[in-house]
């Protein structure tokens, strides 16, 4: 077992000095089931749906009222929490986009005084019409730096997808975790009602952690690669994986 670990703490420092590397989250949620495109809560009332397959994990969630009258969303009361630490959907904060009129000839520019602009404020309470969807996009699961990782990885062995020709398999350090013992730890927590007055509100909370977390070279993570006519190699399809997101890491010095 010790030399075991020894070996898997030379690799790691190996792979980390050769090439750039990433980290591939998995994650489980406590009250949704891994689907095609995300995370998915189906009931009676409504389709939830979560998705993170982005750098960093931009967490999008998706609602689809699907009763016959209107279901609202109260983003005042829904929060996104990280470990212990609440974010709001909402804040009584306006965005203003100014911008003033300018005039350029070829041989002189000036200005016009006034100023146009537009103020804009996401609404407190959302309406979503019967059998329609709703979508949210707010947070960063990771917005920096990367995953403190605990406990002795396996390894595994896979064809690196940017040189399909090269024959030599690729190690990833692949590290497992329970809910309890998990590096990442996060919530959804979204207040509904079926009436505007919310007098028959209801909330959906979600637990997400990171059940697994894959230690590769970045190269890898974009999925296959196809050669160029100047002989680089390019990936074919954006990064996608159903229910986690990836996490590049800083080169080593």
């Not at 050669?227 to 996608?240: I, L, R």
Request: with cysteine; net charge positive; glycine share 4%.
């Amino acid at each position: 077992m010790k030399t075991q670990l020894i070996y898997v703490i030379a690799l790691l420092a190996a792979l980390s000095a050769c090439t750039p590397q990433a980290q591939v989250v998995t994650l489980r949620g406590s009250n949704v089931q891994p689907a095609a495109d995300g995370f998915v809560l189906d009931t009676d009332t409504l389709t939830l749906r979560y998705s993170f397959s982005s750098e960093r994990g931009q967490m999008v969630v998706s609602l689809v009222n699907k009763l016959d009258r209107p279901l609202y969303v109260d983003w005042k009361r829904s929060s996104f929490i990280i470990g212990e630490d609440k974010m709001d959907y909402w804040t009584d904060v306006a965005d203003v986009n100014l911008a003033t009129s300018s005039y350029t000839s070829r041989y002189w520019r000036y200005t016009i005084g006034s100023v146009a602009g537009t103020i804009s404020k996401d609404d407190a309470v959302s309406f979503i019409p019967p059998r329609t969807r709703l979508e949210k996009r707010r947070f960063v699961v990771v917005p920096n730096g990367a995953l403190r990782l605990t406990g002795t990885p396996t390894v595994r062995n896979e064809r690196p997808n940017w040189n399909p020709e090269r024959k030599k398999p690729i190690d990833i350090a692949v590290y497992s975790y329970e809910p309890s013992e998990s590096p990442l730890r996060f919530r959804n927590y979204l207040t509904l009602s079926t009436d505007k007055d919310f007098k028959s509100e209801f909330h959906l909370d979600t637990s997400f952690w990171a059940a697994g977390v894959e230690v590769m070279p970045k190269l890898q993570v974009m999925g296959p690669m196809v050669q160029q006519f100047n002989g680089t190699y390019s990936a074919q399809v954006p990064f996608k994986k159903n229910d986690g997101f990836y996490i590049p890491l800083p080169a080593q010095q």
